[in-house]
């Protein structure tokens, strides 16, 4: 059983900064892709971003490429958002996942196991 926590949301004003963190306990996932995705009221759950295991590759939806970036401490079990030039279209709440070993994309439903979610509100 994986257990993911995050924590670092906020309220933050336009064009601000924040850093998201994820922490995972249970099993170690050193070898598994680690993806943040996101949810605003009235809509579906969407992509961020992703690393592979060894974070030599990332990928990003989009909507935040150049202003996000995710990374990982594999020794710490932890992996990181950071958001910066921040929109209030970016008010979502932030979920962290495990990608299921062996599957490929990054749509949620390759993602086997989910955290708890954090909000993240950018006021105009």
């Known amino acids: 059983q994986v257990q993911l926590v995050e924590s670092g949301g906020g309220l933050v004003q336009a064009g601000g900064s924040l850093r998201l963190s994820c922490a995972a306990s249970?099993?170690?996932?050193?070898?598994?892709?680690m993806g943040w995705f996101r949810q605003a009221p009235g809509k579906e759950r969407e992509f961020v971003a992703a690393?592979?295991?060894?974070?030599?590759?990332?990928y990003y939806a989009d909507s935040v490429k150049g202003r996000f970036t995710i990374s990982r401490d594999n020794a710490n079990n932890t992996v990181y958002l950071q958001m910066t030039s921040m929109k209030p279209e970016d008010t979502a709440v932030y979920y962290c996942?495990?990608?299921?070993?062996?599957?490929?994309?990054?749509?949620?439903?390759?993602?086997?196991?989910w955290g708890q979610g954090t909000q993240v509100t950018v006021s105009s």
């Open positions: 996942a495990l990608r299921r070993y062996g599957s490929t994309g990054y749509s949620p439903g390759v993602f086997g196991y």
């Open positions: 249970g099993r170690t996932f050193t070898y598994y892709t």
């Open positions: 690393i592979r295991w060894s974070g030599d590759s990332t």
